[in-house]
């Protein structure tokens, strides 16, 4: 079946600029997480969804980071007046709400902030 | 969370068996481990996850000693396509409003030779 999916795959930004980021999860996932990859790191847990609640957005690195799931499926994750630092790879993943269900990660949105 | 340790890289030759090791002495009763890989420009794939049992399936089996301070990830016939940064994490077994978030490290580069 299909997988995660994220759009735009590449997306080049000035510095200044707002940017949306998208992610559909596999069909009938409650959970849904965003995270941040740098170059050379393991990826970093940014904010969680069960449903269209947003449980945790404990890893949000600032307030220009803003992420919704208004009716429990997509996502978007949306980055105001970008800034070089936030040149990175944003993976999202979805699972199934039960406890020990594995995370299923799309190939995520490289972001570049020029 | 506890903390993993794994070395930076490793490599394996073709055919040959991969052994990925894992320390987690900080590990408490009610955290599984779990392992991933990431395949370059991909997003993190789900390979398997255990509690004090050892685990076998298609892709890996997993060996956690009876202590559970460590594990190790075996490939057993590795590939090429085997390269990538494999990711050793512990998780904790009764989430919270986390929703059993993963917390990666840096991983281990493996290099399956020809």
């Known amino acids: 079946g299909a997988g995660v999916s994220q759009s735009p795959r590449y997306k080049v930004a000035k510095r200044g600029q707002d940017v949306a980021l998208r992610c559909d999860p596999i069909?009938?996932?409650?959970?849904l997480f965003w995270y941040q990859q740098a170059l050379g790191q393991g990826p970093e847990f940014l904010t969680y969804?069960?449903?269209?609640?947003?449980?945790?957005k404990s890893g949000l690195p600032s307030d220009r980071f803003f992420a919704e799931r208004p009716e429990g499926s997509v996502s978007t994750l949306k980055i105001q007046r970008t800034q070089q630092e936030d040149s990175a790879v944003y993976l999202c993943a979805s699972s199934l709400v039960r406890k020990n269900s594995p995370l299923h990660f799309g190939n995520g949105t490289r972001l570049t902030v020029t | 969370d506890a903390k993993t340790t794994q070395p930076t890289s490793m490599d394996c030759a073709e055919g040959r068996a991969a052994n990925l090791p894992c320390n987690h002495s900080?590990?408490?009763?009610?955290?599984?481990v779990y392992w991933y890989r990431q395949i370059h420009s991909q997003g993190p794939q789900y390979i398997i996850h255990g509690l004090k049992n050892n685990e076998t399936n298609e892709m890996a089996s997993l060996i956690i000693t009876e202590d559970r301070k460590s594990s190790t990830l075996i490939l057993p016939h590795a590939t090429l396509r085997d390269t990538a940064v494999y990711y050793c994490?512990?998780?904790?077994?009764?989430?919270?409003?986390?929703?059993?978030?993963?917390?990666f490290g840096k991983g281990t580069s493996l290099l399956v030779t020809p």
């Open positions: 969804f069960q449903n269209e609640a947003q449980l945790d």
């Open positions: 069909s009938g996932h409650v959970s």
């Open positions: 900080t590990i408490s009763g009610n955290e599984y």
């Open positions: 994490i512990v998780r904790v077994r009764d989430g919270s409003n986390s929703g059993y978030a993963l917390n």
